[in-house]
Every structure is written in C-alpha cells, then in structure tokens.
C-alpha cells in the first residue's frame, strides 16, 4: 500500500514542483521553498535543532496557523527549554508563522515520500509532533511512529463533508489513527466521528477550540485613528470591510456595496481576497464594474484620503485585524459560496458585529454560537446582504451590542489551550 502511495505522489510531483515554484515566486522563496519541501535544509537549521528537544507543529495554511498561536504561547511558557519548530504547506500560511515570537524555527512542510519523512525525522528528531485540525499525512505517521515518536492531534475537526470520504478511506485510516498518542478535538461530535474513523476512545478527548483562546483586542479610539490614517479611510466615511474573500463571492460583495452607495449610504469598501495572488482577477472584476480602487502595496502616506465608493483592495497578508479593526461592518468571505467559510470570531475579538453566508461548514460550531449569543448574522443571499448591512449602518448602538456579545462568547468558552496543554504534557513524559 505505501509502494503505491509513494508512486502516486511521484507522479503528483511532476504537478506540485512546478506549482509550488511558480508560488513561490510571489513571496521571494521559491527555491528554499522546493529544497525544504524535498526534505534539504540548510546547516543553520539543522544546527538549530541539533541535541536539543524539539516540539515539532505543524499546521497547514492560515487557518490552521492562527488557531495554533495561543497553543505556541502555551508550550513556550509549558517547555522554555524546547526548540519549537512549526511547519506549513502554504506560502501564506508561512508567512503568518514568521510573524510568531515564540517560535524558534519556520519551515515548510516536507513532500509526503517515505523516503524524505524517514530523512527529516532522523535528521531533527523531535520529542513530540503536534498536528493542527486534521492533517494526517500517511508516511510521515508511519515513519513517526516508526520511529517512536509521540504525536498529537489538536484542534481536531472532521467536517459534514470530509466525514464520509474518510468513512469509505476507514480500514487505510484506522492503523495510521492508532499510530497517534492522542486526540484534542474541538467538539463532543469531532471525538466521536473520530473514534468512529478508527481511533482508540482512550486516546480522544473533547478539549475545545483553540479559536476561542485568541486575547481580545482593545485599541483605543486613537489607535484606531492611526490605523485609518495609515490605510488612508477617511473618519467621516463608513468603512465595509469583507474579508477572506473568495473567486464568484466578490462580485456579489461589489453588488451590494454599490446597492448601499445607491441609497446614499456614504462609505468605502476593504475587499481583502483569501489569496493575494488573487488581486489581479479582482482588480480586472473592479475594472470591469467601473469602481474605482487602490492596492494596499501601493499606498503612501502622501496620498489623498479614499472617496465615497472606491476600494481598497489589499494585496499583502498579516493585515486582517488592522483591518478588521477600522471597520464599521464585517462580512467574512468563503461562506457565499460553497468554500466552507473562515474564522468569524477574529472580528468579535476587536468586538465587533460580523456577518458570513450560508456555507459555514468549517465554522459550523462558532457561527452557530455566534448566532445563538446575538454576535453575528447568517446572511442567506446576497439581497440578505444588502438589507442586513443597511440595518447594521443605520443603527450603531446593535452594533456595539454584538461586538460586546461576541467577547463575551470568546471568554464564556475559553480554555481549550490549558485542556490540550495538558495533555501533550503527558505525552511528553511518555
């Protein structure tokens, strides 16, 4: 089985080595990128983990990376003494790692070979691998436990969507399940499916969302002020920002943004696409609809404040919450269309009122709770959009109310960090 898994992924190579390269070109790393992913790394990094303990993280892409950090800060302060490594696939994803101070060492994720992952481990040797959600990777499992190395899955979620494919996948899945040391899953429902797919009871826990362990933000109107100066958005304007933003979703955005220009509504739209390589097919959409826009990469402090009806259209990462932050309205991306949606409470987090479609399963649990609290809205289609939005412009004080609910709900479920630290805490003792 492992034969053939290899050959299939030589075959995929042929794909992915191209694909990655042309990536990487956008972020200056295409190079670095391929070597680490074929498993070569330089003598610094190598150096950096040499007889020392390492707790290796990996997590995917954004998504995952964001929901890891309050973990990061936990096993910095849990291991002082512990290199901490955190891997990914994606180039943004990476990206977002380099911005953690309490990690030791980023890179990215190597191919899926046996031969590579059996390299890589003997080579860092890590005292424990924790893997954000469910990113189960079958050599890298096998040669880890191969290799006697303890790993954890945290964050864990088994999707509506995911659960049946990996249902049919059960008699592959269940050995690889079994390799692992333990399971932290975020709800009641994710354990069981889990156990169901194959993984020992003993080994699974319901010990929450990390999402919910991410520190409230409180700037000051000040602070505010100096975040709008810098992305040039004008006080007297409201400011729409609709993030993580995906290809058929921004067309639906840009008509209800020109439906609440229409009724006088005085405002700037903040389109932040998920992929940033994304912006010139959005730029052309923008073109296309004769709005007028500025790339985040392009502004200057010395340029004129953005006008009623143009768009800022932002082209780098790292930049949501500053965003997020200016905003007056809060629609997060990947839930009109069927993408699954992306993280709705990094808006209550600066305690303000958000609104997503219909297409959630990713964040089915928190939009339901957010729902539930008052904080967020469940906007069905994009004439649902339109008047919600027009609602929330024309009554402040709702506003403020759901960003309060919000906080509220992030401090009323807190704790997944300290549940999972302890149990990758006794893993380490294993």
Known sequence: MYLLYDLLLIVAATVLVPYYLIRGLRYGKSR?????????????QLAAVAGKQVIWVHAVSVGETRAAMP???????????????LTNVTETGHAIALESADVDLCMFFPFDFSWTVRQVLQSIKPKLVVIVETEIWPNFTRQAALQDIPMVLVNGRISDRSFPRYRFFRPLLRPLLRSFSAFCMQSQQDAERIVQLGASPAQVENTGNLKFDHSLRDLSDEEVRTLKDRYRLPEELSIMTAGSTHAGEEGKILATYQQLLARGNRMVLVLIPRHPERCREVAALLTEQNLEFRLRSALAADQPLFASGQVLLVDTLGEVINLYATSDLIFVGGSLVPVGGHNPLEASLLGKAVLFGPHVHNFREISAKLVRAGAGISVLTENDLEKTCQLLLDDPVRRRAMGQAGRSLIIESAGATSRTLERIARCLRI
């Open 71 to 85: 973990l990061l800060k936990g096993l910095r302060r849990q291991s002082p003494e512990s290199v901490i490594l």
């Open 32 to 44: 670095r990128g391929i070597r680490e992913r074929l498993g070569r790394y330089s003598p610094e």
